[in-house]
Structures are given as structure tokens and as C-alpha cells.
């Protein structure tokens, strides 16, 4: 059975650190093109960052380029994101997500979530 799980998240304070982790099982990992997305209270889901199945290219949500990094370890089934610089308006449920196109249609998985709070 597919799963992601994720970890890492919690209280920081504005300017302060987090990484994130999103462990993998029940699937071929490095065929997926992971990614985070994040959704604050009353707003909508939206991509933060992501990155290829070859781990060779990554984009980024404007709002979190040069702060937020993602990467990959595909021994580990692992993808991470490794957020700088925090500020109070990055407060949301942050979500992990893998995705695979084949001529079948996507398969798709999501995680559960985890809590960021920035806050002073």
C-alpha cells in the first residue's frame, strides 16, 4: 500500500529554520516527480516546490525561491524541504506529494500533513 508520511514540521520563529521530511513506501520512488504543497487557513492548496523524478530540476512557488530548497533521496525513499528565513505568512499544513503520468492516466498520492507555525 502506498504511503507517504511526513515529519519535521512545528513552531518556529520568524527568520528561524525547518526541514521537512516525506518518507516513501509501497512504490517506485524515483519514477515520481515529488513535491510540497501547502495550505494555509482559509485559503487554497497551493504548490511551494518540486522536483523531477531524476532529481534533475526543481521549481519553486515565487514566494519561497531563494528561502526553500528541495531535494531527494532516493535511497532513502525520502524528499525533503529544507525552509529558511521563515516568515509568519509561510504558517500552513504542509503537504507531500508524489505523481506518476503513464498512458494508464496519473497515479497520484498524497500525504497527511504536517503543522508549520511561524510565529513570535
Known amino acids: 500500500q502506498a504511503q507517504l508520511v511526513e515529519s519535521g514540521g512545528g513552531l518556529v520563529q520568524p527568520g528561524g529554520s525547518l526541514r521537512l521530511s516525506c518518507a516513501a513506501s509501497?512504490?517506485?520512488?524515483?519514477?515520481?516527480?515529488m513535491s510540497w504543497y501547502r495550505q494555509a487557513l482559509g485559503k487554497e492548496r497551493e504548490l511551494v516546490a518540486a522536483?523531477?523524478?531524476?532529481?534533475?530540476?526543481?521549481n519553486y512557488a515565487d514566494s519561497v525561491k531563494g528561502r526553500f530548497t528541495i531535494s531527494g533521496d532516493n535511497a532513502k525513499s525520502t524528499v525533503y524541504l529544507q525552509m529558511n528565513s521563515l516568515k509568519p505568512e509561510d504558517t500552513a499544513v504542509y503537504y507531500c506529494?508524489?505523481?506518476?503520468?503513464?498512458?494508464?492516466?496519473?497515479?497520484?498520492?498524497w500525504g497527511q500533513g504536517t503543522q508549520v507555525t511561524v510565529s513570535s
Open positions: 506529494n508524489a505523481v506518476r503520468k503513464t498512458g494508464w492516466g496519473p497515479f497520484e498520492y
Open positions: 509501497g512504490f517506485s520512488f524515483s519514477r515520481y516527480a
Open positions: 522536483i523531477t523524478s531524476a532529481g534533475g530540476s526543481s
